[in-house]
Structures are given as structure tokens and as C-alpha cells.
């Protein structure tokens, strides 16, 4: 499924504010004239978008997936639509059974700004090194206690991948490939990569950022605009056994 999360408080429900979770909820239960109760793979932040999300449900409605993913889509608002639905195993666990993600980061490296695209991605005028940035990027692939890019507790990660790429002439797009992320963790790894593409600190102290758990020593944290779940990863048999929460707690 994908949605747009600028109107949204993130994908997990909250009190007194609208979350996509929330209107997946909704729009479900009234297709399948029940409560459901839905997991995301990736409890996304506030303004933080996804293109590749996975939700699990369960229903005792005799309705096939493709009815009721009609007519969730049609009850979903614009900005929010499940593209596909099935059966999943007894033990999937949409979030738990997880064994990896990867989200994405837009960034415009042009004087002005692209106002179709401002929902996508953050806009900086100025130049970057992106060389640098690429270089420091190299030393988040490993498994660590990644503290220093965390919104709250740390905790150990895998990273298996972390790329620059040039789309155009004006886009830069960072993907980042985990096991799990903490919370927060990668905005806070972009917002800190910006500072080596504007030569605040070079790679080496990059590093010794990263080895350092102490989120004081990495930068603010990248606008949620930019960031985007693309795609989340499975088991061949889609019903792998599901993590225990505390090994696997994931909110970005």
C-alpha cells in the first residue's frame, strides 16, 4: 500500500489525531462489517510518506481480497490506496515477520524550488559535496548500536546498504537498506550527511559520530517530507516465524 503522510500524525493511531492506520481501520471494518485491528510493517512518522508499505489484518468476513480491496480503495481518501490484498500465513506478522526495509530520501539541489514536488522532497539552493557524502554513507553499512541517530532509546541495527544516487540534473535520492531502523534514525542519518555535503565535518568525523551513541554529536534531524518507506522484505514463504518486539521495534 502507499500513501502521502503530509496530512497525517503518522501510520500509528493516536488520540485526537487523524493517522493512516486510523483510516485503513475504518475503511476495512466497513468493508468487512467488523473491527479490524491493522499492523503496518513501518510505524511512520509524522509528514513521512510510503510507497511500499505492508499491513496485516484479520477478518472472519468470507468476502476474497480483491472485493475488499475495492472497496477499501474506494473508501480510503485520495491520499492513501492499497494496491494489493491476499491471504498471508497463520504467523505472518506484517511488522515482525519482517526481515528488512528501505526507505528513501529526495532531496532538490537546485536554486529554486519545484513547487509540484515540495510534498517529496526537501529543496536545499546551495551546493553539496556529494563525493563526501557518499564516502560517510560507506561507514553506516555493518551492525551497530546506531544511538546516535535515535529519537529515544538506542539500539542495534543492521545497515546492508547506504547509496547516493543522481536522478537528473537537479535530484539526489539516499536509500538505506536495514534489518529494522529506530526511531527517527534516518532522518537523523540524512539531516548529519548534510552536514558533510556542506563541510561542516568530513567523513572520518562522520564516523566517529556513528561509533560515538550519543545523539547530541549527529545533526538535526532532515524534514519528514523527503522520506519515503519503498519497500519492506520477506521471507520466500511470506510466514516466517515473527521477531520478538524488543530485538525488532521499528518507528521512522
Not at 66 to 87: K, W, Y
Not at 126 to 147: T, Y
Request: charged share 25%; hydrophobic share 40%.
Amino acid at each position: 500500500m502507499a500513501y502521502d503522510g503530509t496530512a497525517y500524525a503518522g501510520f500509528q493511531v493516536q488520540p485526537n489525531a487523524r493517522t493512516v492506520q486510523g483510516e485503513l481501520e475504518r475503511a476495512i471494518s466497513k468493508v468487512c462489517d467488523e473491527a479490524v485491528r491493522v499492523t503496518g510493517a513501518g510505524r511512520t512518522d509524522a509528514g513521512v510518506h510510503a510507497s511500499g508499505q505492508v499491513i496485516d489484518f484479520r477478518t472472519a468476513s468470507a468476502l476474497d481480497g480483491v472485493t475488499i480491496g475495492r472497496g477499501v480503495n474506494a473508501l480510503l481518501p485520495e491520499d492513501i490506496a492499497v494496491s494489493a490484498l491476499e491471504p498471508a500465513a497463520e504467523d505472518f506478522h506484517a511488522r515482525f515477520s519482517a526481515t528488512g526495509r528501505t526507505y528513501e530520501y529526495r532531496i532538490r539541489q537546485a536554486p529554486e524550488r519545484d513547487p509540484l514536488e515540495r510534498r517529496r522532497e526537501l529543496h536545499i539552493a546551495g551546493p553539496l559535496d556529494v563525493a563526501a557524502m557518499r564516502e560517510a554513507s560507506a561507514r553506516l553499512v555493518g551492525r551497530r548500536d546506531f544511538a546516535s541517530f535515535a529519537a529515544g532509546p538506542g539500539g542495534v541495527r543492521s545497515v546492508r546498504s547506504a547509496t547516493w544516487c543522481e536522478h537528473g540534473d537537479a535530484q539526489l535520492r539516499f536509500e538505506i537498506t536495514a534489518d529494522a531502523f529506530l526511531r527517527g534514525m534516518v532522518r537523523a542519518i540524512v539531516g548529519t550527511l548534510l552536514w558533510v555535503g556542506r563541510g561542516k565535518i568530513d567523513p572520518d568525523t562522520f564516523e566517529k559520530i556513528v561509533d560515538g551513541h550519543d545523539r547530541a554529536m549527529a545533526g538535526p534531524s532532515a524534514p519528514a517530507n523527503g522520506l519515503c518507506l519503498i519497500a519492506v522484505e520477506y521471507e520466500p514463504s511470506g510466514g516466517s516465524a515473527p521477531r520478538p518486539p524488543s530485538e525488532m521495534d521499528e518507528d521512522e
